[in-house]
């Protein structure tokens, strides 16, 4: 009878051996940063009513959701993003509590996008999201955990590049565009395709200061000096309260040491629109998709029920793995272990090495020898996956190789 090899859907895969153990050592660095600035654990449902994801919360579309039904008929979907999913569980829990409230969490996000091709559609994240509080303090305090955050699972070279979703909303004001064209034109900015941003704003008939800014947003990224530029293009009162917004954010984040890290991009949009004020990505040399992104959320709890301003990120595991796998030696750092393989009939003086070894903190992996197996082939598989060292207990004493 053939054996039939099962393999995995399109899109998931499965993480085992070294590269799950590092990966768990990492995501363990990340929950550590974000308890010790005071962010409390949470978990939520992996399936959720499809209405917490309907198109009016502005997250992921419908098309791009894993659905299905329960007994009772009604629509059930894979979490696609963990901002509505919270913004439930802060609707349902904290309706009346007015002060600050931090959560983070561990989860796995599932997108059924075709566009992703090659990519994975189950993602790790490990996210933070502050309620009650809409001060640029706030949004610095996440700006500067999530630079903590980098450096804690080793990243040393990244940068986070920010923006403000009132910058671009300013000047959407003054356009006049129905709402399939500002869906393209936000497509068109943030390809940073020049030509056809005018292409569509001439069709449309956008003319004057407004068309000349917009033609500028894919080049208004950089340094801070973009802030004073961006000021000068545009004298929409709320296109110039969200530059004043970033140019206090990046005040308090030199108070914090972090704005070394930080640059500015004024052209930057996001696929998801609830998004409200300031935008964020990050990013680490020699891998060209974000590790991280957040942003400013004020009105979506109110579609819960909860009037209240929010902020959050989400890191992106998957890339973080990708960022760290040529760094062979930080890797080997995160992952190792000892071996006891010992013949039966010194099972007991084995165990008492074992329970030392794991009495100082060592990883240690008890096997007992089979007769019919050398011991060389255990060594051989051991050392392929990762351990550190490895001893062979029997007649002739501990043998270390």
Do not use: W
Not at 13 to 20: L, T, V
Not at 29 to 49: A, D, L, S
Not at 74 to 102: E, W
Not at 368 to 389: H, N, Q
Request: proline share 2%; with cysteine.
């Amino acid at each position: 009878m053939n054996k039939v090899l099962l393999h995995t859907p399109e899109g998931v895969r499965d993480i085992y051996g070294k590269e799950c153990s590092v990966k768990l050592n990492l995501e363990q660095k990340i929950n550590e940063v974000f308890n010790r600035y005071g962010f409390h654990n949470i978990q939520t449902p992996t399936f959720e009513f499809f209405d917490i994801f309907s198109a009016e919360r502005g997250s992921v579309p419908s098309k791009d959701l894993y659905k299905f039904f329960d007994r009772e008929g009604n629509t059930l979907v894979l979490r696609p993003d963990m901002t509505p999913s919270i913004a439930r569980l802060v609707a349902k829990y904290y309706m009346d509590v007015n002060l600050p409230v931090k959560l983070c969490y561990n989860a796995n996000t599932y997108i059924n996008n075709s566009e992703l091709q090659g990519k994975l559609k189950e993602i790790t994240q490990l996210g933070c999201e502050q309620i009650n509080d809409d001060s640029v303090e706030a949004d610095a305090e996440m700006i500067a955990l999530v630079s903590e955050s980098l450096k804690a699972v080793g990243l040393e070279e990244y940068l986070i590049e920010i923006g403000h979703a009132d910058f671009y909303g300013g000047l959407l004001q003054e356009c006049g565009l129905d709402e399939e064209t500002e869906k393209e034109l936000r497509i068109r900015i943030e390809n940073k395709n020049n030509f056809g941003v005018e292409e569509l704003l001439d069709e449309h008939g956008v003319r004057g200061e407004v068309k000349e800014a917009l033609l500028k947003l894919p080049s208004l990224f950089g340094s801070v000096d973009v802030l004073e530029t961006a000021k000068q293009l545009t004298t929409n009162k709320t296109a110039q309260k969200a530059i004043e917004r970033l140019e206090t954010l990046y005040s308090i984040l030199e108070d914090y040491g972090v704005s070394k890290y930080i640059s500015f991009d004024l052209g930057m949009v996001s696929n998801y629109e609830y998004y409200t004020g300031i935008i964020f990505k990050g990013y680490t040399y020699g891998l060209g998709n974000h590790i991280v992104a957040g942003g400013r959320y004020d009105q979506l709890l109110g579609q819960f029920g909860k009037n209240a301003p929010a902020i959050g990120f989400a890191v992106y595991m998957d890339q973080i793995m990708i960022a760290l796998s040529g760094d062979s030696k930080k890797a080997n750092q995160e992952y190792g272990y000892q071996v006891l393989v010992y013949e039966p009939e010194f099972r007991k003086y084995a165990l008492q090495l074992a329970t030392e070894y794991r009495k100082d903190g060592i990883d240690t992996e008890l096997i007992s020898k089979k007769a019919e197996i050398p011991i060389e082939e255990y060594v051989t598989f051991k050392k392929e996956d990762g351990a550190k060292g490895i001893t062979y207990v029997s007649k002739n004493g501990a043998t270390e190789y």
